[in-house]
């Protein structure tokens, strides 16, 4: 992973990025990728700005297989706000469309992107959320042995949904496995 330092800020893609882009590009026409990377932006914004109205800074910017990491300087006080803003973002967006009766691929890519980023994965805002929460008490271990399962089960429906209803599920059945392996370390 080759990185570059603009200011105090360091930024770097991965190679699963790429792998991952090739395979959006492969699987979905334009329309859909334009509007993907549309709403990914909406995602990155709400961080920003709460980064932003916490005066925090950008520390580090990563492009991977599983998406965008923005690590902000640590503040624990906004830590939480700055986590979830990401799928709030996308959720306000996704409500004020159906509010302005705007649908279509924008409106459901909004909520989908919302609900991807709430999943208990560690490099997801939803599961560093509930690491937050949880680590160090009595209940991590019992809470990370149900989030395993629910994982396991999670990247079960989603490689089935892949042989019997569409191909479309293949990128999203690999960002889990993907998700997966990495929490555990292997790379």
Request: aromatic share 12%; charged share 15%.
């Amino acid at each position: 992973m080759n990185s570059l330092r603009i200011k105090d800020t360091e930024y770097s893609v991965k190679f699963s990025f790429l792998v991952f882009n090739a395979l959006i590009f492969l699987l979905r026409n334009s329309d859909v990728i334009m509007n993907f990377y549309l709403v990914c932006v909406i995602h990155e914004i709400g961080h920003l700005l709460a980064i932003g109205v916490t005066g925090g800074k950008v520390r580090s910017v990563v492009f991977s297989g599983t998406g965008v990491s923005i690590t902000p300087e640590k503040n624990s006080r906004y830590e939480f706000f700055v986590m979830l803003a990401g799928a709030s973002a996308n959720l306000i967006v996704f409500l004020l469309s159906g509010i302005w009766h705007i649908s279509g691929t924008f409106r459901m890519l909004n909520l989908a992107t919302a609900v991807y980023n709430l999943l208990p994965y560690r490099q997801l805002d939803g599961g560093a959320a509930l690491c937050m929460l949880t680590d160090g008490t009595p209940y991590e271990r019992i809470v990370n042995n149900v989030l395993t399962v629910g994982k396991v089960i999670f990247s079960a429906i989603l490689l089935v949904a892949t042989f019997l209803y569409s191909v479309e599920f293949l990128p999203l059945f690999i960002i889990s496995v993907m998700l997966f392996v990495s929490e555990r370390g292997v790379q």
